[in-house]
């Protein structure tokens, strides 16, 4: 798994992947070298490299950046490739981007835009990284949690909830790129069914809760 982006969540995916066999290789826009520490932390199965390697290294590749560093994203390796986007939309952060402003375009659609030959799936944004890390449950447990995932490709969403599977979750398809507003920053489903950040541990969330936090979103 290539990781272009290693923030909160991304190391936590890291985390989980490589707990479940995963290999993962790392990468961020400071230089391979700031990521030393974390890869040995993770262990052997992990990395550290550029975001072009880390593209090119993975079968399935995790982008995590501010929606601002789109741009920064290298396409070529990515075609082809199952891509799951974690990210979030933050006008406080990234500055006002007018398609996001006016909701012509989710921020999957933006992100396709500069990764035109991605099979991009809209995964891991709506749930706090530490109830991320701590919900994570066995595949027959009564209190597995769910996630909801979005993208235009099938077979990509197929990797993707095979993916979310193997490190403890089950998964709610939200549909297409363009109905991935429903698990946009502030919808119903964008952390509260998790419980709040203030209890690190969280709760669990299971496949009644996402799709009914799904179905109450406006736009």
Request: with cysteine; proline share 6%.
């Amino acid at each position: 798994m290539g990781f272009i982006g290693s923030g909160s969540i991304g190391r936590t995916i890291a985390r989980l992947a490589v707990g479940a066999g995963h290999q993962v290789v790392l990468s961020n826009s400071r230089g391979p070298e700031t990521l030393v520490d974390t890869a040995r932390e993770l262990g052997p199965r992990a990395y550290a490299a550029t975001s072009e390697e880390a593209a090119a290294a993975g079968d399935l590749v995790v982008v995590t950046v501010p929606v601002s560093a789109f741009r920064h994203v290298p396409a070529a390796p990515l075609a082809g490739k199952t891509v799951i986007d974690t990210c979030n939309y933050g006008p406080e952060r990234d500055g006002h981007i007018p398609e996001l402003d006016s909701k012509s375009l989710t921020s999957s659609e933006l992100l396709l835009r500069y990764v035109p030959d991605a099979l991009l799936v809209k995964a891991f944004n709506t749930i706090f990284f530490k109830h991320l890390l701590s919900l994570a449950r066995p595949a027959r447990a009564t209190d597995r949690s769910y996630l909801p995932i979005a993208g235009d490709s099938a077979s990509a969403k197929a990797a993707v909830a095979e993916f979310i599977d193997s490190i403890g979750y089950s998964v709610v398809d939200a549909g297409t790129l363009s109905d991935s507003w429903r698990q946009a920053t502030g919808t119903p489903v964008w952390g509260t069914p998790y419980g709040p950040y203030s209890n690190e541990t969280g709760r669990p969330a299971g496949e009644d809760a996402i799709h009914a936090a799904l179905a109450a979103a406006t736009r």
